[in-house]
């Protein structure tokens, strides 16, 4: 593979299991489990995009973004690729904060009674290098 240098950011979101198994119980568990994740996925995805990141792998609920660095290619797009290491990591930490701002305590099925609430959580680690 080529090897490029970056910034990597890991989503993993949890709750998803506690929200499958109470909606598997549902008639319209599958639809209703549909609906909330293109919902929260399409809010992640619109954060990640805000900050120049690029989704490279689902993994159920959890995902890997990157920041790839490369002087070059940034003088071409204006920035969007990112000229340095430092800005690399610091758009994935902005993003980071952003998501967590926004989708943290996720309320994936609401009730009158808090606890019964399925709240989805984002736990998230950045990295950088080659």
Partial sequence: GNRRMGAILFSDAS????LT???AKKDNGA???CTILNKFFTTMIEIITKF???VIKFSGDAVSIVWIVDPLESEKTD???CPSMEVAVL???QCSEEMHHVLHDY???DHEDPAERLLLQLHMGIGCGQ
């Avoid at 709750?15 to 506690?18: I, V």
């Fill in 79 to 81: 920035g969007f690729v």
């Fill in 52 to 54: 120049g990141g690029d």
């Fill in 91 to 93: 758009r994935a930490a």
């Fill in 107 to 109: 309320v994936a099925v």
């Fill in 21 to 23: 198994e109470s909606l």
């Fill in 15 to 18: 709750g998803f299991t506690a």
């Fill in 31 to 33: 639809e209703v489990l």
